[in-house]
């Protein structure tokens, strides 16, 4: 288990200074001389390389999470601050076991540092995250949505193959900073298998590694079927006199729904809280009393959250659970679901035309993304598309070898206006 864990920025004015930690005092109380956490900032600032890395110590170790705050504007870059999250651990542990978890804590807390009220953001996030607990796909999905630069590199892929060095000096100029930790940023794309990578030679030159989307996804809501069909079948007897309600309150939501850029951030941000994801999860299979849930959460986790009551006020607010008071009882019932669909991304095929007609890419580079399009949709999407696999060679390959003028690719926008128009079908 984690020893403490400290959260600091540093700039040439301040220097480094700590923002917050857990437990409080953890470092008073365990003798940790602040220099060497100075010693160990300074030296990532100096080598400018964003990540996540670990240092020994005699008694303990330190993993740590560095990268440059991004702002929209600087008037001087000298002024850039510096953003880190030290994770101190027991010699005996095995902190790669945990790097992923860190890292997506380490991502979704800097982003708030710069707030005013960053100490009781800290304290309220750290008491929904656990370091040993696995991270699930949907919850990789979510932290595609709930940050801005992984939403920004999905769009760049969506248009074409990009090579590392062209994505890190996209992110330089358009985050203006001096280092990006893109590695780290890609991880839930790896993880899912959004993106595949390959090391690429062009015209000659040394092989660079090129990044290839392969396939989409978006996050959005669906009715709570489980839940649904447990008062088709009469077994829900804790909402008695008050299902017709429910009912009425599920489908009139589902009617109005529109899946937008907007909303799928929200529900990115949503679920990217890993004790909100425990209780939707807890929610999909029953329906719960208030107490009874806070039972089942601690005999399952083994911890009680000390802003559940913020949680659950949370998840109501958004639409995804609702509390009907019965008597001297609050029930609590899922409302809306949510759930991440992969879809294969067709309106890349036009997209890699244009780009090698325009000699944005190589030909060896289109050829490439084509052949592991290809091949992602033999394997995965033939069975929900049906037809012949020629056919699907024969569009893919016609794509590169085609005459005809470049159509407008439809791009990322339209194909969530046909997802939109499919949930309005389904729903």
């Known amino acids: 288990m984690a020893a403490g864990i400290a959260v600091g920025t540093w700039d040439d004015t301040v220097g480094l200074k700590i923002h917050a930690e857990y437990p409080s005092n953890f470092r008073k109380e365990q003798n940790i001389d602040d220099s060497k956490l100075l010693n160990i900032f300074n030296d990532r600032i100096v080598h400018a390389i964003a990540g996540f890395a670990v240092f020994d110590e005699s008694a303990y170790q330190i993993a740590t999470y560095y990268t440059p705050l991004m702002k929209e504007e600087y008037e001087d870059d000298e002024k850039l601050e510096h953003g880190i999250v030290f994770l101190f651990f027991e010699k005996d542990k095995k902190i790669d076991s945990i790097k992923e978890q860190f890292i997506e804590f380490s991502i979704f807390i800097l982003k708030l540092i710069n707030n005013n009220d960053f100490p009781e953001l800290f304290f309220n996030i750290i008491d929904n995250f656990s370091f040993l607990e696995p991270i699930s796909d949907e919850q990789r999905i979510a932290a595609l949505y709930n940050n801005e630069v992984r939403e920004q590199i999905l769009s760049k892929l969506a248009e074409r193959p990009w ?234 390959g016609a794509a590169l070898a085609g005459t005809d003028e470049d159509g407008i690719p439809g791009g990322r926008v339209n194909v969530l206006r046909r997802m939109e128009m499919l949930l309005r079908l389904q729903s």
Request: hydrophobic letters at 40%; aromatic letters at 14%.
């Open 163 to 396: 090579s590392r060095n062209e994505l890190e000096n996209w992110l330089r100029e358009e985050y203006n900073v001096a280092a990006t930790d893109l590695q780290g940023l890609l991880v839930p794309f790896f993880k899912t298998g959004i993106i595949k990578q390959s090391y690429e030679a062009v015209k000659g030159r040394r092989k660079e590694l090129y990044y290839f989307l392969i396939k989409d996804v978006y996050l959005f809501r669906i009715p709570p079927k489980k839940i649904i069909d447990a008062f088709k079948k009469g077994k829900v007897e804790m909402l008695d006199g008050i299902e017709t309600s429910y009912y009425d309150e599920v489908k009139e939501y589902f009617e109005d729904y529109e899946l937008t850029p907007t909303e799928i951030n929200k529900l990115g941000v949503l679920l990217a809280i890993p004790n909100i994801y425990k209780i939707v999860v807890m929610l999909r299979d029953e329906i719960f009393e208030m107490d009874e849930l806070r039972i089942d959460f601690l005999e399952k986790y083994n911890y009680m959250p000390s802003n559940f009551n913020y949680l659950l006020k949370l998840l109501e607010k958004n639409d995804i659970i609702k509390i009907y008071k019965k008597n001297t009882k609050k029930i609590i019932v899922l409302k809306s679901d949510i759930q991440f669909q992969f879809f294969f991304p067709e309106y890349l095929v036009d997209n890699i035309r244009k780009a090698w007609r325009e000699n944005i890419i190589d030909r060896n580079i289109s050829l490439k993304h084509l052949t592991l399009l290809r091949d992602e949709y033999l394997e995965n999407f033939m069975k929900f598309n049906g037809g012949p696999k020629d056919r699907a060679r024969a569009a893919l």
